[in-house]
Structures are given as C-alpha cells and as structure tokens.
C-alpha cells in the first residue's frame, strides 16, 4: 500500500482535491472565491492563505451552534478540536473509537487507567501495571519524548510504593478514580518476589540503563523524540541505557500525516514520508538551504522576501534540501491553511518527499508540547511589570529561557530593574516579585495554565539580573557577528554562553507561588 500511495502521489494527491472541492465549493466560505466551481487552478489563484486567526469568526459561528451547517463543510461538523491540547483530545477519541476492543492485546495500561483525566493516578496506575507485566513488555511509549520522560520520573519518586502496592496487593488510599481501583482489584495480586527484585533493582545507586533492567524484553522505546523534543533525548538515553529512541511519525490534528520509514535512525537524522492520501498539501518555500549544525539540526531558517520565491508548490514538487512552510486543503474544513511548521526536504521515497521536521513558527518559548510565542510573552511581561511601577522601578530588559535541566521544565524570565527617580532607595519586595511571576503564568495562554495545573510545567521563575546585564548580552551578540544598528535582544535565549551572562548576573530569585486559574 505504502509503495502505490507514494508511487502514484500526484494522481492521489489531484483526486484528493477535486473531492474536497466537489464536496464544499458550496460552503459560504469557498463560495465567496470559487462562486460555486471547483476548479484546480481557480482554487489556487483565488483562495488566500489561511491561519487560525482568519478562520476563527467562520469557527466561533460553528462553536456557538448556528444553525446553518455549511459554513465551512457541507456536512454538519460532530466536533471542534482544539490542537495543541493532545492529552485531553487523545482521551476523548479512545473512549470514542474501537480503541478500548484492540487495548489487552497492545497495553500493559488497562483502558480506565489510560482514560483517568487525574493525571498523576493515571501515570501511577498505569506505571503499577507496567511493573507487574513487565515480562510482556516489549515497546515503552507515549506520543511525545517529554510525556515518557515524565513517566520515568514519576517511576524515580514513586517506585518505593508502588513496590510496596504489589508486595501487599493494595493499592493505596489516594487512588480514589472508581475506573483505576476496579482495574487494580482485577490484576493487582500480592507477588512479595516481584516486589523484592524491582525494589532491588531502583535501588541501585545511578539510573543509568535502569529501563533495560526493569523491562528487560522492551526493544525500542516509541516516542516522538524529534523537533521541539530533541531537547530530552539526552536524557532519555541515560535511563534506556542504548534502548533505540523511536519517532515512528510527524502528525498534526490539522490533518497531515508523516511515517518514518527508517526506525532505527538517530532523532536528529529522522525524515518522515508524507501520505498523499490524507490531507492535500502545498509547501511554501522559506529559504534555498537550510544551514545545519554538525548534529544535523538546521540552526537557522529564514523566510524570503520576493513574492516570486515563496509561490506554493505542490507535494510532488518540492526540492531536496529546502526547507518549507506547510499548508494543507483538509476534508475537515481547512483551505490553504498554515499548520505553523517548518520542514526540510532530505529525499524522495519514489515520488513522495520526505521531510525533516524543523521547528515550529512563532515559537519562542516552550518546555514541552505548549507554543509561547514572543506576542504571548509580551502580552504577559507587560501585564506583570506594571505591579513593579508603583514601587518606583522600571523594566529595561527582558529576555526568556525555557529550563528543562529539572523535570518538569518550568520558564525562567530575566528582568534588568531600574529605580525610577524618587524610589528612595526602596528594596525589591520579594512579595511582589513572586505576585510578578503570578502575573505572568496567568497571563499566558490556556495550554501554558493547563500544563501548570498538571504540573506537567513547574512553577515560573522570574530572575533579576543586575544592571548593565543587558548591556554586556548585547556586546555579547555583537561579538558573534550580530549587527549594532539592528541589535535587539533575543525574545528567548538559546545559546549557553548568553545563559552563562545572564545567569553570572542574577541579583534574586522568584517563583510563582501558585497554579495560575
Ligand atoms: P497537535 O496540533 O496537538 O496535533 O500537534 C501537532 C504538532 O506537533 C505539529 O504541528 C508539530 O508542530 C508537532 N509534531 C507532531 N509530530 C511531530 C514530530 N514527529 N516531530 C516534531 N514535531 C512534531
């Protein structure tokens, strides 16, 4: 199958198409370009480029229930989902779909530990049935590098009472969730010898390989480790101890769909082929080439400025070594729309390309699957520096990193004060400070408030750096090559060196003392 869809591509990819179109060129928003034709070329010369933004007002319609059904599909929509919130969108469609029926035969996780919306029950349940199966488990996985991450972690901090859940066969009092309790009750059995050989195993002095020894049959671990989740590669290695990292594909709810066909290849040589079959694709092109590091990560992406160079071009007509900006024409109501991805172009697998992921747009700062862009950050730091006005101090410069050296991750916030005349000599109040970093999370977006609620983000950490800091981080950049006349601090840093500047400077501390609402 996979060698006629990528044979064929173009045909597949033309059919695709005149569907979509012949279904909904009678939806009030491509009758206002197409006035009712579903011509290919009409469709690229009339329908503009889409994000989220322009739809927005035709989705909030479809949201608030109008009755007209056609405003973006012929057929009435079922459900709106709201990407970038995979966990709980993932959640709703395996107690939807067929998921639960295929489940014994592929998890260690019973069906109400993986559905649990409490995520810490959820992970203990479900780390407590691995610990008890694990000589069936061949495969550790979970969508995203990070989320696996998190379960190793959780494994460090709970392994004590889990072992001692299968030394008595009870699982303890704080699982409250009916599901989680009934699927303990049914596999849960006192095995004080598999208490006694785990107990043994996590208690070894370093980690390092722990996972082969607790699952010793596990022959690849099934995660996407690539793009904006490289960052815990690192990491993970250490606890696989040479368990092969595995992205088995690219995906967006937006529709378009990637398979890596070489499984063992390292995260940062991952390409993914494009199925021309599920989504209609076009590729704006951003740069000529990619500049990659010795890593083979592409460290800079710029886009073009002629009109002529960022033409779209079609799925089978992309250019090895180029990077473009994805758009896809969906069976669900999008048109020309931009998922906000970057990827390069590596090689064709016959006449379908395949493409590395590079980064994601706008993205200046995340710690895990969440998107902050410099807009979001801006939007939230001057919220928060207006509590430190009044006390008579000025904001002169701000920069972002996104820590991820602890798990979870949490944002980490440089701010240069400067005493307004008339402060008197008045100290930072450290209260403030924290109400300050408050400020900020809750300013930011849903997602950001949701990963904190769920502590899959920690606590926000505002770090005052003495004056003159940003001083010496521009004649830092500057020495790199950067241009004095169009010096601007980074929204976020991302080298060591700069961090090492800011961090050498740092005057006080704060953390947010609660979950934003
Ligand atoms: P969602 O919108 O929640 O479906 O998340 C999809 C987004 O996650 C994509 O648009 C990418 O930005 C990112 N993503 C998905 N798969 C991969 C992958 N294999 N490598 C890197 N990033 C990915």
Redesign the pocket.
């Given at each position: 199958m996979l060698e006629e869809l990528t044979t064929n591509a173009q045909q597949i990819q033309d059919q695709l198409l005149c569907e979509i179109l012949g279904r909904n060129a009678g939806t009030e928003y491509l009758r206002r370009f197409l006035h009712g034709q579903t011509d290919k070329q009409l469709f690229k010369t009339n329908v503009p480029i889409v994000a989220y933004e322009d739809l927005k007002p035709y989705i909030d319609r479809i949201a608030n229930g109008e009755a007209s059904s056609d405003i973006l599909l012929a057929e009435p929509r079922l459900k709106l989902l709201l990407?970038?919130?995979?966990s709980a969108?993932s959640t709703r469609a395996f107690k939807e779909s067929g998921f639960r029926a295929i489940l014994p035969k592929l998890y260690t996780s019973p069906f109400e530990a993986i559905v649990c919306l409490d995520t810490k029950q959820s992970m203990y349940c479900q780390l407590l049935f691995g610990l008890i199966q694990r000589d069936e488990v061949v495969m550790i996985g979970s969508v995203f590098a990070s989320g696996v991450l998190r379960g190793f972690k959780f494994l460090e901090n709970n392994w004590q009472e889990l072992c001692s859940n299968i030394k008595t066969g009870q699982i303890s009092d704080w699982i409250t969730d009916s599901g989680c309790k009934n699927a303990a009750s049914v596999i849960l059995k006192p095995n004080p010898e598999l208490a006694d050989l785990i107990e043994n195993i996590c208690s070894c002095k370093s980690w390092e390989g722990i996972i082969r020894k607790l699952w010793p049959r596990t022959k690849y671990i099934g995660t996407?480790c690539?793009?904006?989740?490289i960052q815990y590669t690192a990491e993970l290695e250490f606890y696989c101890g040479g368990i092969p990292l595995v992205?088995g594909?690219?995906?967006?709810?937006?529709g378009a769909v990637g398979i890596n066909l070489e499984l063992l290849s390292k995260p940062s040589d991952v390409s993914?082929t494009f199925l021309p079959n599920s989504v209609y694709y076009e590729f704006v092109p951003v740069k000529e080439e990619c500049v990659t590091n010795s890593q083979n990560l592409v460290e800079s992406v710029e886009t073009k400025s002629s009109d002529e160079d960022t033409e779209p071009v079609e799925l089978v007509n992309v250019k090895p070594g180029q990077c473009y900006e994805l758009l896809v024409t969906s069976s669900t109501g999008l048109y020309w729309y931009r998922?906000?991805?970057i990827l390069m172009v590596t090689a064709f697998h016959n006449n379908t390309p395949q493409f590395r992921?590079v980064v994601?747009e706008n993205v200046a700062l995340g710690v895990d699957?969440e998107r902050t862009s410099e807009a979001d950050l801006l939007k939230a730091v001057t919220e928060a520096k207006t509590l430190v006005d009044p006390l008579g101090f000025i904001l002169t410069g701000y920069t972002a990193y996104g820590d991820t050296s602890s798990t979870p991750g949490h944002y980490v916030i440089f701010w240069e004060l400067k005493a307004k005349e008339g402060n008197n000599g008045k100290e930072l109040d450290p209260q403030v400070m924290e109400e300050c970093c408050s400020r900020i999370e809750e300013s930011l977006h849903f997602t950001y408030r949701m990963y904190r609620k769920e502590n899959i983000i920690a606590a926000l950490e505002i770090r005052v750096v003495k004056q003159g800091t940003f001083e010496a981080l521009m004649d830092y950049f500057i020495s790199r090559g950067a241009s004095l006349s169009q010096y601007k601090t980074p929204v976020c840093i991302k080298s060591k060196e700069a961090l090492e500047i800011l961090d050498s400077r740092v005057i006080g501390k704060f953390f947010s003392p609660k979950t934003p609402m």
């Open positions: 990407a970038s919130r995979r969108v996407i690539t793009g904006a989740m992205s594909f690219y995906a967006c709810l937006e993914y998922v906000g991805d992921f994601r699957v």
